[in-house]
């Protein structure tokens, strides 16, 4: 089992920046691919961004390419989340995520393990 907590999410007015977190705990953690989704009110949860167990490979989905990176320090249990020129329509519940083995995946199905979520919002 691996246990999933996120932070640094809050308030940030459009342009700001906020940084997220994501602790692991539970079974060796650098051997998972992590992921970071997010929900909106009403709408299914999206993909973010993704990273290879050896963060040699991330992956972003195009409406956040050039703004946010994902990064990992497989020592701490620690993946992060930059978020740079925030826009209103990033506003949601942000959730960290791991599934098994070392690569990464823009498919939500394929993680095995999800945080509790951090709430994002961002003001015109």
């Known amino acids: 089992q691996v246990q999933l907590v996120e932070s640094g999410g809050g308030l940030v007015q459009a342009g700001g920046s906020l940084r997220l977190s994501c602790a692991a705990s539970?079974?060796?953690?650098?051997?998972?691919?992590m992921g970071w989704f997010r929900q909106a009110p009403g709408k299914e949860r999206d993909f973010v961004a993704a990273?290879?167990?050896?963060?040699?490979?991330?992956y972003y989905s195009d409406s956040v390419k050039g703004r946010f990176t994902i990064s990992r320090v497989n020592a701490g249990n620690t993946v992060f989340l930059q978020m740079n020129s925030l826009k209103p329509e990033d506003t949601a519940v942000y959730y960290c995520a791991a599934k098994k083995g070392v690569s990464a995946t823009a498919d939500n199905k394929e993680y095995d393990y999800w945080g509790q979520g951090t709430q994002v919002t961002v003001s015109a």
């Open positions: 539970g079974r060796t953690f650098g051997r998972y691919g």
């Open positions: 990273i290879s167990w050896t963060g040699a490979y991330t």
